[in-house]
């Protein structure tokens, strides 16, 4: 097995591709937030939840 593979990320739902597309600037921010530690993933899930049209990123699995 090469290391692409192994590292492959397989959906196990239906991915929305066209609500990833629209949203992908907010998510692509989303990720760099978390990743630079700027805010925990429970405080953005918090803030998400609290103001419904940044919560539609998350809606894009279903």
Do not use: G
């Amino acid at each position: 097995m090469d290391e692409e593979a192994e590292w492959q990320i397989v959906p196990v739902r239906h991915v929305n591709e066209k609500a990833v597309r629209a949203s992908w600037d907010d998510l692509l921010r989303l990720v760099a937030t978390i990743r630079l530690k700027e805010a925990t993933a429970s405080e953005i899930s918090r803030r998400l939840n609290s103001y419904f049209p940044a919560a539609q990123a998350l809606q894009c699995v279903h």
